[in-house]
């Protein structure tokens, strides 16, 4: 063989697992008309996986001297089924592979297959009378150890077996020449044992999917859905592709129905040869390979449906479900997917068309009266996307504990350390949230969360620069037109979070009023009209200490007020009149969720 079989190995094996050993093994058995198969699998110790051997045997017709030609040449293939390549996987895995052979009634070939391999190299005898048959041998594990102790787990084995040669066991079955495969391991002196034969290849039906890959190949669809008397769930989906059969996941594990022993073989001559040479991988144009799945998964999850009948009625559940979160993607959906395909696939297939159809307006420069309602449509759905990213934004409030920083719940309010302007609105309307105070704080000028009070000042006085470090949990700026040169509002916020003490939450008060005293020399001038907000968890204690100089606001949950001098100047003394709130979180919360919740109301009686 003038091939250098190391560099082969990595060429075509580089991204392998030891379980394609096996396969190998039992593909050229079965090529070899082999009826019967025994794997046996021995370890001595778990963690010396340098001590593991496999032995496969068979009883097919045995390595005669064609047979032996073509294992000799990489490549020697007579069929597009085969790829003359699969025994390069024994190398990547095993340092001493002896293989005993048995073949014309009274011949006996043996040979050592190894990186160096050399066809000459062969003991042939003449041997007593036998039946045909080889057993190959592979000992001194190459690696350091094993990947997954399922490589070496029978009842493991027996289920990739299947998935990997369902289609050619049935057809073998199909003729009266089914194929018993025994699976022996010992394991730490335990032995496991794992037998696959025709009883556990389901009967088949066909039925042609009506839509073609191409101009000529018909899909073909190959399935069993049976009881299953053990309750237990199984599932084999997958392409036949040259006589192997490949997995191929088009249901989601979660959605796989329990009590059930299902299978799913997609046939059609258009998969001829459309493997690569390791059989890894198929080979499809992209947009063939996303139709192929699209139908193959279509055709399961109709036959799914037709013969379970809760799977319908649960499906009908997921759908209404999502629709119901999820309004505005209703018809993003695809219904074939839903109860087959996870969740969050379903969610991000949707976004993606939706996504799609808005760059598509959006680019746009003229619009017809298709495009037109296409782009009434658009934007009801997108309004109604932000609806309810400002639902999910209450419910992550309502998360909100003592275990929970400061940092935490402030993110929520606004990004940190993030200023966010007027021009920008459209773009930050996903990063800022001062909607929770009040929508009308949606019409701010700038936002500043967590940033220097000296930045405050130089957007209130637009120019003039005072050092102050200070930092407002959120300072929100307004003005009635920021083009022209006229006093702004102001709000700042400070935010104290869950589970503090008494003395920790009445520095609240501090906090503003020490922001104030920054602030009011503006008044009058610069600033026409500033709010001042503690949000705090009020409870028994923090309200008794406020009761005595605050009063309780009328409101649908806690807010308490005052009125207080604040001293801005010692030379002439000088003082200014502020109000002060001191508002419950969980009012907050309450208040955003009613006016939140109108929306989401009225938007989901449009969509019913």
């Known amino acids: 063989m003038k091939v250098n079989l190391s560099q082969a190995v990595k060429v075509f094996f580089g991204n392998s697992s030891l379980e394609m050993v096996y396969f190998e093994a039992i593909a050229n058995a079965i090529d070899a008309d082999a009826t019967e198969i025994t794997i046996s699998i021995n370890l001595d110790i778990r963690s010396k996986s340098e001590n593991l051997s496999i032995s496969i045997e068979d009883n097919g017709i045995g390595f005669t001297d064609d047979r032996y030609r073509k294992f000799s040449n990489l490549f020697d293939v007579e069929e597009a089924s085969h790829k003359g390549l699969g025994r390069l996987v024994y190398i990547a895995y095993f340092q001493e592979i002896e293989v005993k052979s048995y073949f014309g009634n009274n011949k006996k070939r043996e040979f050592t297959f190894s990186d160096n391999f050399n066809e000459g190299e062969q003991n042939i005898e003449q041997s007593k009378e036998h039946v045909s048959g080889t057993t190959i041998t592979m000992k001194n594990y190459a690696l350091q150890k094993l990947a997954k102790n399922d490589y070496i787990d029978p009842i493991y084995l027996k289920q990739r077996i299947l998935e990997e040669f369902y ?49 000529i190949n018909i899909l073909h669809l190959y399935y069993a ?22 997995k191929y996941d088009i249901i989601a594990n979660e959605y796989i129905p329990i009590g059930y022993n ?15 040479l390791s059989r890894q991988n198929i080979k499809f144009p992209p947009n063939d390979e996303k139709r192929v799945k699209e139908l193959f998964r279509a055709k399961v999850s109709e036959l799914i449906e037709l013969n379970i009948d809760t799977i319908a009625q649960r499906n009908k559940g997921l759908k209404e479900d999502l629709i119901d979160r999820y309004p505005h993607l209703g018809s993003y959906f695809n219904n074939n997917d839903i109860g087959f395909v996870s969740r969050d696939e379903i969610l991000k297939q949707a976004q993606n068309k939706f996504f799609k159809d808005q760059r598509e307006l959006l680019d746009a420069t003229a619009l017809d009266d298709v495009q037109f309602d296409k782009a009434l449509d658009i934007s009801s759905k997108a309004l ?21 920083s400061e940092a935490e719940l402030h993110k929520l309010f606004a990004t940190q350390y993030n200023r966010f302007d007027q021009d920008d609105k459209v773009k930050d309307v996903y990063r800022n949230n001062a909607w929770v105070l009040d929508d009308k704080y949606m019409t ?34 307004f003005s009635k037109d920021p083009k022209e040169d006229t006093p702004v509002d102001v709000v700042i916020v400070e935010l104290k979070k869950r589970g503090i003490s008494l ?51 009328y409101s649908s949950g806690k807010m308490y007020y005052k009125e207080t001098e604040v001293a801005i100047s010692l030379n002439p003394k000088k ?34």
Do not use: H
Not at 267 to 275: A, E, L, R, T
Not at 451 to 456: K, S, Y
């Open 167 to 215: 289609s050619l066991l049935f057809k073998k079955k199909e003729n009266d020449t089914p194929v018993t495969i025994n699976i022996n391991a010992n394991i730490e002196g335990q032995d496991i044992d794992s037998l696959l034969n025709a009883s556990d290849i389901l009967e088949l039906e066909k039925v042609d999917i009506d839509t073609p890959i191409d101009t």
């Open 225 to 246: 859905i049976k009881k299953d008397s053990q309750n237990e769930k199984s599932l084999i989906s997958a392409i036949s592709i040259d006589n192997r059969t490949l």
């Open 262 to 276: 299902m299978v799913f073989l997609l046939v059609s001559d258009y998969f001829i040869g459309k493997v690569d």
């Open 384 to 404: 109604t996307e932000y609806i309810l990213f400002r639902e999910v934004t209450i419910k992550n409030l309502r998360k909100i504990n003592s275990d929970n």
């Open 444 to 477: 701010y000028k700038t936002i500043l969360s967590d940033r220097d009070m000296d930045e405050l000042v130089n957007i209130i006085t637009k120019g003039e620069v005072e050092k102050d470090s200070n930092k407002p949990d959120i300072a929100l700026v």
């Open 503 to 553: 003395e920790e939450n009445m520095k609240v008060v501090t906090q503003l009023e020490k922001r104030a005293r920054n602030l009011m020399k503006y008044y009058n001038n610069q600033i026409q009209r500033i709010w001042f907000y503690g949000i705090i968890e009020l409870n028994e204690e923090v309200e008794l200490a406020l009761a005595g100089e605050y009063t309780e606001l």
């Open 575 to 608: 003082s200014l009149p502020i109000g002060v709130f001191i508002w419950d979180i969980d009012a907050v919360i309450d208040d955003a969720e009613a006016r939140n919740s109108t929306f989401l109301e009225l938007i989901k009686s449009k969509f019913e």
